[in-house]
């Protein structure tokens, strides 16, 4: 399995976040995170890629523990709340600096990104004046543009027109056949159905049961 979480407990200033999550998840999957708000679900993406570390409890990805030799994954492209992008720069811009950090793309792939990401004719429009809609494209572009191994979004399709969320779908599909594992959190079930191979309801920071979409729920 490429990304294990064993019994993670997480408790912030006394209260209990998330309560003994197991998860053991492979690439060239889709897998649906569903619940309210506050259920849980943005938290365990979060310890999925580094962002918290449990309580109790341990996460691993590709073999190796988070909080030991490494804190985030060596390969994962993560939309959790709102992206730290600038203002007064371009989406092109944006994502250039992101991509800079790792120096493993170029600029095509990124103009390439943008393009299958619904924002290829933005040009020098800056991302202060975006629709909360585009702003939510850039934030699935720049998850997406390095073809990590791991991709974790939460809520993908907010403020996304229909035929966006066609397009979304589309862009997920083709890198799950390309050997990704894909972790989608969402409030919509029938969003997630559509897309996911397996589906965990979260409530209360725990997974209260599994189901594969278009077969009998399984506790």
């Known amino acids: ?34 619940g309210k708000n ?8 979060k310890a999925a890629c580094g962002l918290i570390f449990p309580t109790q409890g341990t996460v691993a990805v590709d073999g190796e523990i988070l909080g030991q030799k490494r ?15 600038i203002g007064s720069y371009t989406a092109f ?14 600029d095509d792939k990124i103009r390439q990104t943008l393009q299958e990401c619904g924002l290829g004719d933005t040009g020098k429009k800056k991302y202060r004046r975006f629709s909360l809609g585009m702003k939510q494209k850039l934030g699935i572009a720049a998850a997406l543009m390095e073809e990590p191994e791991m991709i974790l979004l939460d809520e993908p399709a907010n403020a996304l027109d229909e035929q966006s969320v066609i397009q979304l779908g589309d862009m997920l599909r083709k890198r799950r056949e390309n050997g990704a594992l894909i972790v989608l959190a969402s409030h919509d079930k029938e969003e997630l159905a559509a897309l996911a191979d397996e589906i965990f309801a979260v409530e209360n920071g725990r997974i209260i049961r599994s189901f594969c979409p278009g077969k009998e729920e399984a506790g």
Do not use: C, W
């Open 71 to 85: 804190d985030f994954p060596k390969s994962v492209g993560a939309l959790i709340e709102n992206p730290g992008f």
């Open 1 to 34: 399995m490429y990304l294990e979480m064993d019994q993670v407990t997480k408790i912030i200033k006394g209260s209990l976040i998330l309560d003994k999550i197991t998860l053991h998840l492979e690439k060239g999957h889709i897998y649906g995170l569903q």
């Open 38 to 45: 506050g259920s849980g679900k943005t938290m365990i993406l």
């Open 93 to 106: 811009e944006n994502l250039k600096v992101l991509a800079d950090i790792r120096r493993s793309i170029s």
